[in-house]
């Protein structure tokens, strides 16, 4: 289970895992890989390395007739079209993904509460203190990505103390994915967006 932690820094209660998450997920991480893939390669623009026709050897004879092929009309094999790097993932396939890396971290202890009702940190040196027991450790700890609550009463503030903590990440439990959950080492949700989080994923169910 999770700790909760306070604006100290102090463990102060756990709180159970989203009943969602119970079950084996190993045998989901193909799906777990097909996500993150589609993540990186939908963003390309399938432009690189393209030239122009006169830049290129050959492609000066037409390689299929204009027509009654089926085909796309085309006037050489050299032409620079660019490509398209989109892979398909239907939902359900990435709600599998999300809760199956989501569980890996549950399961290694990686997901921590952050209690943020009385936050009133201003210095990046303090919150680096609660984060990692001291600014020294925030240089060399765990990549941590912070989720708060989509309307997130302190959400500016613990944004603007933690930006200059190279190892800290920012988001909402709304833009959360599978590429953010295991590219970061450890996650800490403030309350609201773990609670957040619970009610989502019991509602897919």
Known sequence: MPNVIDASG???????????????????LHVVYRAIHREFANPRAGTASTRKRDEIAGGG??????KGTGRAR?????????????????????????VAALADRF????????????????????????LFGSGKAAKSG??????????????????RASRNLERV???????????DVLRFERLVFTTSAYDALAAALEAKK
Request: hydrophobic fraction near 40%; charge should be positive.
């Open 74 to 98: 085309q006037g050489s094999i050299r032409s620079p079209q660019p490509r398209s790097y989109v892979e398909a993932l239907n939902k359900k396939e990435r709600r599998v993904a999300f």
């Open 107 to 130: 399961r290694n202890g990686a997901v921590t509460v952050f209690d943020a009702s009385e936050f009133a940190i201003s210095k990046t040196a303090d919150f680096a203190k609660l």
């Open 142 to 159: 765990p990549a941590t990505l912070i989720v708060c609550g989509q309307n997130e009463r302190h959400g500016d503030a613990i944004e």
């Open 169 to 179: 990440a920012v988001t909402n439990d709304g833009a959360l994915d599978v590429k």
């Open 61 to 66: 004879r037409k390689p299929w007739r204009q």
């Open 10 to 28: 102090k463990v102060v209660r756990e709180v159970p895992a989203p009943a969602a998450l119970d079950g084996e997920f190993d045998a989901k």
